[in-house]
């Protein structure tokens, strides 16, 4: 299934290797927040390291406009990753040009250069061959560990690898053995689990997940517009009459396959204390909405998870954000914890979840990257993926 080359397949001792990241993490007053990401190619990182390659690592940092902003600038998390690894970490305030490629021709066994943010220039996201050649001739070989940018063609995650050899990194494929064996070759039963507040954000999502899985459990603001489809009054729930007749034509592709909430836990206002009623679904008086699936809902999807062979989960079931409506998210999250299905969650939100409800590690994957999971699950080749040597 997973037929790339990876840093497996290479011998680096003494190579500059050019890594692609995916440090795109929150920083504030210059200091690193959440470091998940970092962390997460830290194995990769190592592993070149060990026998002496000396890295010359790029990462995009948020969506800078028009060129450099010192906020958006990668120098805190230069500090960070010496923390992470244990020894210093250079840093220089270009990603590509001449200051960029003095400080990677000085670069010896061992050492470790952060580039500054890839976005900077404008040429990454156009995936501009001449930068995709000047940050090529930095390295000798290159390594994508950045499944969360794996999705898009830019000039470090895809047109680089048209000049230099190009491998995965542990954490990408980690991450697309997992995603693509799911979609590809699952244990079965293999239930989907689809939430989150907009059904336009995950259309293609849902209508490959029809092929594949025997079951879509659907929950979440998304279930409204499913409702509304099937002519229910939603009162004044999240909505999207724009893809009304999307709802419709996946309601019927899945007839035995979609499943909807049975009861809905409904609020007077979208408030943590608003007044609160469960009712078995049907029409939403108005002034109402819809803010988290019903006990009823909770069980019957709990047990469908509970004799699953593959779960994947995208998307909260309810508010989640708000404690009096987060029991749906929670309960599923918790059923899915103690299934013995191989458990794959992606999704920033749906992630936020699981941590909160300290079920993280009772599952199988948690993967790092929204976009690129969901494209995944779409059926989609990722570009940064599809760039990398084949294996044999
Ligand atoms: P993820 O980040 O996991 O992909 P999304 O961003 O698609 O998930 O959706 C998460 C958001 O959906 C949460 O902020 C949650 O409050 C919202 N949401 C879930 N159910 C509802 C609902 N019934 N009405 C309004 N918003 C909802
Ligand atoms: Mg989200």
Redesign the pocket.
Known sequence: MFNKKTIRDIDVDGKRVLVRVDFNVPIKNGVVGDDTRIRAALPTLQYLLDPGAALILCSHLGRPKGGPAPEFSLNPVAEHLSGLLGRPVKFVGEFVGPQAEKAASLLKPGEVLLLENTRFDPGETKNDPELSRRLASMADIYVNDAFGSAHRAHASTEGVAHYLFGVAGFLMEQEIRYLGEAIANPARPFIAILG??KISDKIGVIRNLLDKADQVLIGGGMANTFFKAEGYPVGDSLVEDGSLDTARELLAKGKNRLRLPVDVVIADRFENDAEKKVIEMGPIPDGWRIMDIGPHSIEAYSKIIGDAGTVVWNGPMGVFELPNFAQGTFGLAKAVADSNATSIIG???SIAAIKQAGLSDRISHISTG?GASLEMLEGIVLPGLAALQDSV
């Open positions: 989150g507040a999704g920033g939100d929204g």
